[in-house]
């Protein structure tokens, strides 16, 4: 079982920057396929960003690519978003999800874990 805290959201202006962060409990934090989604009001849940197990990999949404960043701390049980450029569209609420699998996939329903998720609003 994997239990997962995510942190850093927040109300910030169009331009700005975020960095979000992701907790996982358990000690086999190392061996999990890590993802970002992102849900906006009357949406569906939409994939943002998913690293490899080593941080070797990564894959991006194409309205993110460039922009924001997913990187890991194995040794700090942690993942990362670093968010630049904030535009409005990407007004959500940001989940953190784990995957006991090594392939990178962009599927939520491929995820076995998921956090409470962190409110990001960008104003124009």
């Known amino acids: 079982q994997v239990q997962l805290v995510e942190s850093g959201g927040g109300l910030v202006q169009a331009g700005a920057s975020l960095r979000l962060s992701c907790v996982a409990s358990g000690r086999t934090f190392s061996s999990y396929t890590m993802g970002w989604f992102r849900q906006a009001p009357g949406k569906e849940r939409e994939f943002v960003a998913a690293i490899s197990w080593s941080g070797g990999h990564t894959v991006y949404s194409s309205s993110v690519k460039g922009r924001f960043t997913i990187s890991r701390d194995n040794a700090k049980n942690t993942v990362y978003l670093q968010m630049n450029s904030l535009k409005p569209e990407d007004t959500a609420v940001y989940y953190c999800?784990?995957?006991?699998?090594?392939?990178?996939?962009?599927?939520?329903?491929?995820?076995?874990?998921w956090g409470q998720g962190t409110q990001v609003t960008v104003s124009s």
């Open positions: 999800a784990a995957r006991g699998s090594i392939a990178l996939v962009t599927s939520a329903p491929e995820y076995d874990y």
